[in-house]
């Protein structure tokens, strides 16, 4: 049922209180694809609402995804393949699949958001992207209205990137993933970050993927604002890969600049410490502000606008650029 003038307050993680022209929640693909066939030209999907800023009133629809479920489809003889309803919380759905033994996902624990919206940006944390156990998803034409299914290749997975975010972009609906997880010789990643020294802390030495994923749990909440607790939407820039001579010469004026080699001649560097090093790190502006844990999170303390957030991460790029000469790319949409 489609709805008239309705607050996106709930639905959008940074809790920006703008109103949308229409809204409609659909629970399945049938009544999905009822409320698109008579839709305005403008359209917004919504899932989770964890990878978007909302700076003014949406004149459209706005598309609530909540199709729920999970179905084991098939055991191998090391892995199972599972498939997750685009409106299933992402979190719940790793608390499942640790529950069934199943590995893969454990470094992505606590990633706020929909399975839906994942793969649009493969995210990623803690050495792991959603690429490394993702099989296909299905998505449903805007034009035909029929489902169309995306292998891996076809998704054409870059850094927090896919062709939904591209060519595809606002062309598609993901209503299923489907992931390859294991149920025996689980692939543990431990080196990345501080789960190392997390795990050595609580006296594991054989760690499990439930202890992997405590692990992050713990690490992610002593650095990450709870959004029911206080609006943010996570990262709000990626990491920038910058040219292998760029990075020498910022070395000599910054030789304590934290880096990650990508390739020969590329160099991936911490956005959060290019942040907190132009200073910003716990920085407040009225209502609205830089988390005081982690630099890449922008909050909002209560009633700020979506302009206000839009502004402050505009202030961040241009002065990253003035320092740096590097340009910091925003990780959410902004609308």
């Known amino acids: 049922m489609i709805q008239q003038n309705v607050s996106l307050k709930p639905y959008n993680t940074f809790g920006i209180n703008v109103n949308a022209e229409a809204f409609a929640s659909v629970k399945t693909l049938e009544d999905l694809k009822t409320t698109l066939k008579n839709r305005p030209s403008k359209i917004l999907i919504i899932g989770g609402g964890s990878n978007i800023l909302l700076t003014e009133d949406f004149e459209g629809l706005v598309l609530h995804i909540d199709l729920k479920g999970i179905e084991v489809c098939k055991k191998q003889n090391e892995t199972t393949i599972v498939k997750v309803s685009a409106g299933e919380n992402w979190h719940d759905f790793v608390l499942w699949s640790l529950k069934q033994n199943l590995g893969?996902?454990?470094?992505?624990?606590?990633?706020?958001?929909?399975?839906?919206t994942a793969p649009i940006q493969n995210i990623g944390a803690y050495g792991v992207e959603l690429k490394d156990t993702f099989v296909c998803c299905e998505a449903l034409n805007l034009k035909t209205l029929e489902l169309e299914i995306f292998s891996k290749e076809e998704c054409n997975f870059g850094y927090r990137n896919s062709v939904f975010k591209s060519e595809h972009k606002g062309k598609y609906i993901i209503t299923s993933v489907t992931f390859e997880l294991t149920h025996t010789k689980h692939q543990l990643k431990t080196t990345y970050g501080a789960i190392s020294n997390e795990l050595l802390a609580n006296g594991v030495t054989s760690p499990s993927i439930q202890d992997i994923s405590k692990a992050v749990i713990t690490?992610?909440?002593?650095?990450?604002?709870?959004?029911?607790?206080?609006?943010?939407?996570?990262?709000?820039?990626?990491?920038?890969?910058?040219?292998?001579?760029?990075?020498?010469q910022l070395l000599t004026q910054f030789p304590n600049m934290p880096h990650y080699p990508v390739s020969s001649n590329e160099v991936k560097i911490p956005a959060a410490w290019l942040i907190e090093t132009a200073g910003f790190k716990g920085k407040t502006f009225k209502n609205y502000g830089v988390h005081k844990h982690q630099a890449l999170v922008l909050v909002n303390y209560g009633g700020a606008s979506g302009r206000d957030i839009l502004s402050l991460s505009q202030l961040i790029q241009k002065t990253i650029n003035s320092i740096f000469g590097i340009a910091l790319e925003a990780e959410v949409n902004v609308l």
């Open 104 to 116: 893969g996902i454990e470094n992505l624990s606590l990633i706020p958001g929909n399975v839906g």
């Open 219 to 248: 690490i992610r909440k002593s650095k990450l604002p709870d959004p029911k607790k206080l609006g943010n939407c996570g990262s709000f820039f990626k990491n920038p890969i910058v040219p292998k001579e760029h990075f020498e």
